[in-house]
Nanobody, 126 residues
Framework: QVQLVESGGGLVQAGDSLRLSCAASGGIFINYSMGWFRQAPGKEREFVGAINWRGDSTDYGDSVKGRFTISRDNAKNTVYLQMSSLKPGDTAVYSC???????????????????WGQGTQVIVSS
């Protein structure tokens, strides 16, 4: 089973861009579809996006479509979340997650993911 470590979070201003990384280790990275989720204080966890094992299929939550892009580099065992046109409403802890069900489509529910990183904080100031 892989272990996941996120990085790249920080404090940015509205309109800025930021790229998060999620490095996987200890497992076979291509055996997993990868997802990004976020959780703001007092709110439920929200699906941000997901990418399949090959990196040629993605899905996004409605609130980030057109602003966020997920990609992966299987040679580096890393998945990325490029965030653009950030808004204060994007402030949250962002976590990556791994789903071994690579033949059953991209999942939007966190319950479908078996492995989670510890999360990285993103704060967007107005």
């Amino acid at each position: 089973q892989v272990q996941l470590v996120e990085s790249g979070g920080g404090l940015v201003q509205a309109g800025d861009s930021l790229r998060l990384s999620c490095a996987a280790s200890g497992g076979i990275f291509i055996n997993y579809s990868m997802g990004w989720f976020r959780q703001a204080p007092g709110k439920e966890r929200e699906f941000v996006g997901a990418i399949n094992w090959r990196g040629d299929s993605t899905d996004y939550g409605d609130s980030v479509k057109g602003r966020f892009t997920i990609s992966r580099d299987n040679a580096k065992n890393t998945v990325y979340l490029q965030m653009s046109s950030l808004k204060p409403g994007d402030t949250a802890v962002y976590s990556c997650a791994a789903d071994s069900g690579i033949w059953t489509g991209l999942k939007k529910s966190g319950r479908e993911y078996e492995v989670w990183g510890q999360g990285t904080q993103v704060i967007v100031s107005s």
